[in-house]
């Protein structure tokens, strides 16, 4: 499956099969860090990468989402979204709750 046919606008294409097995975490990490709110990377991998996942759940939290798009014996893509905290976060004044703090 080449890149073309995945590709959507908006979306960041990040190939860990090119990557030497010894830096890629670090360069998915990094590459995450350097998304924005909203934007999302187009993740190929050669194997479905359960134990990188729990990292970047442990590292990011809620701010990542994950999609698979394929699941090959030799072929995984998944969409890995990056959310807004601000969206996560609830307002606590929101609902007539209050922290304590207000007049």
Request: net charge negative; with cysteine; hydrophobic share 35%.
């Amino acid at each position: 499956m080449s890149h073309d046919t995945l590709l959507d606008a908006g979306v960041h294409c990040f190939d860990a099969r090119g990557v030497a097995r010894r830096f890629r975490h670090a360069a998915i990490f990094g590459a995450l860090e350097a998304l924005h709110p909203g934007e999302t990377m187009r993740f190929f991998n050669d194997h479905n990468p359960l134990p990188l996942i729990a990292q970047l759940r442990d590292r990011f939290g809620d701010r990542l989402t994950f999609s698979y798009r394929k699941t090959d014996p030799d072929l995984t893509v998944i969409d890995i979204g990056v959310t807004d905290p601000a969206a996560t976060t609830q307002d606590k004044h929101a609902n007539g709750g209050c922290c304590g703090s207000c007049g």
